[in-house]
């Protein structure tokens, strides 16, 4: 099936169940009038008994026998329970969505050039209606297969494009989209979403940045500058580890010398904190950041790189555990090369004195 046939297809079903929509409309519609006609009715008899009351008290020599006035009419009632009017209107609404949904899909595959982004919206619009359109299967199938490719044209393109953008600042950039490295940082691409993501080794750095070479590599510059360019003193900062690790280990009750290595990380960030922010006022404008990338990097630098030790107490970092690798409360990844996957996840810091 062609796109254009894929097109016909999805327009012709948009048709057959906006049909039934209206049909469905229709009849809700038309229950509802015909409950209101009920009640129009019953209130108008009420008003016609309230005035013949007024006329027996103007004329109680002409009041007639009382079976004068016919029987009341049963009350209102719905032509349909209301049981069933619910399911029609559950089913009323899944239509619309289903209408919505072709007539969304439809338009996208008419734009010219295709826009992947649009693609996207449309496919997650179809996914979500499996129970309420049978030839989902079939469509989705060939709908995604439009989608595959025109990602695939994208990321050619923009590939190129994001390569050349860094080459003019003398960085190669490595591997193909949607993910791409320079140096320890990865650039993952969504082109159905128009967005990158960087991040160093594992650990995210910054927010997601608009699918632009210039504003990818920015973000790259300000990540490789928050990392690479600080001023670090490595005695202070292992001095500030160990201490961490003698807090962590307070606070977990436990006598053992391994403390996870995130609760260390959030401890060591604390104790980075001016005396203002920690004594006085801790408001978001005192606050230092410390990122968990910054961590890894001073991590890989002062303790595998360096080895330095505070006082005589030598770190260690103990690898994490493949459970632990799915949670960034569990574990935190040192890179230990030169590219984004040379490294390891580690889960616990402890201290050993020499000799």
């Not at 209102?76 to 209301?82: F, G, H, K, R, S």
């Amino acid at each position: 099936m062609s796109q254009y046939e894929l097109i016909d297809t999805l327009e012709r079903l948009h048709e057959t169940y906006s049909e039934r929509c209206k049909r469905i409309t229709a009849l809700l519609n038309e229950v509802k009038a015909d409950y209101k006609d009920q009640r129009k009715a019953q209130n108008r008899r009420n008003r016609i008994k309230d005035g013949y009351v007024q006329y027996r008290l103007f004329y109680p020599e002409d009041m007639p026998p009382e079976e004068a006035i016919a029987p009341d009419p049963p009350p209102a009632v719905w032509a349909i329970q209301d049981s069933e009017r619910t399911r029609m209107r559950s089913n009323l609404n899944t239509l619309n969505r289903v209408v919505k949904a072709l007539h969304f899909a439809a338009e996208a595959l008419q734009t010219e050039p295709l826009d992947a982004v649009k693609l996207a919206k449309g496919q997650e619009m179809l996914k979500a209606l499996r129970s309420a359109l049978p030839e989902l299967p079939d469509i989705l199938g060939r709908y995604e297969v439009i989608l595959q490719a025109t990602v695939e044209r994208l990321s050619i393109t923009f590939g190129a494009t994001l390569r050349d953008a860094f080459a003019a600042e003398g960085l190669t950039l490595e591997g193909r989209p949607p993910h791409m490295h320079v140096g320890r940082f990865r650039i993952a691409l969504d082109f159905t979403k128009r967005t990158a993501n960087l991040s160093y080794g594992k650990e995210p750095v910054g927010k997601s940045v608009k699918l632009s070479a210039e504003l990818i590599l920015k973000a790259y510059r300000a990540a490789y500058k928050e990392i690479y360019e600080r001023e670090m003193n490595g005695e202070e900062w292992i001095k500030q580890l160990y201490e961490a690790w003698r807090t962590t280990c307070f606070r977990q009750g436990s006598r053992e010398s391994d403390a996870s290595l995130v609760a260390c990380y959030v401890e060591l960030a604390l104790q980075r904190q001016s005396d203002s922010f920690l004594r006085r006022e801790p408001r978001k404008s005192l606050f230092k950041e410390y990122t968990r990338a910054q961590f890894a990097y001073d991590a890989d630098l002062f303790i595998t790189r360096r080895g330095l030790r505070y006082d005589g107490w030598m770190p260690i970092l103990r690898t994490a555990s493949k459970a632990q690798t799915s949670s960034p409360e569990r574990a935190i990844w040192i890179v230990s090369g030169d590219t984004p996957d040379i490294g390891s996840y580690f889960s616990t810091l402890a201290f050993r004195k020499d000799g």
